[in-house]
């Protein structure tokens, strides 16, 4: 069945410390080709009918993301692409 997915992330030009914090502690894995790294969330809607990005994009306006220092972004994906979303 396929789902509404809204990604948030900080506006670029907000201080992410917790992005900060992750790229400070990359090196300690031996890792020193990443220039930056920006934490957001994900958020999957299902609805009950078909998908309906209007409906998802006002949940996100209004309830999910705080417009003044958050972005977001609403797509419909798969039922197979949210299966694998964090590997």
Do not use: W
Request: no cysteine.
């Amino acid at each position: 069945m396929p789902r509404v997915v809204v990604d948030v992330m900080l506006k670029p030009e907000i201080l992410d410390p917790q992005g900060q914090a992750v790229a400070n502690a990359l090196p300690r894995l031996g890792v020193s080709d990443v220039a930056s790294v920006r934490i957001g969330r994900r958020i999957e809607i299902e609805f009950t009918g078909e998908p309906d990005l209007d409906r998802a994009r006002e949940i996100a306006d209004k309830l999910l993301a705080n417009p003044v220092i958050e972005d977001f972004t609403v797509r419909v994906v798969d039922a197979d692409e949210t299966a694998g979303a964090h590997s």
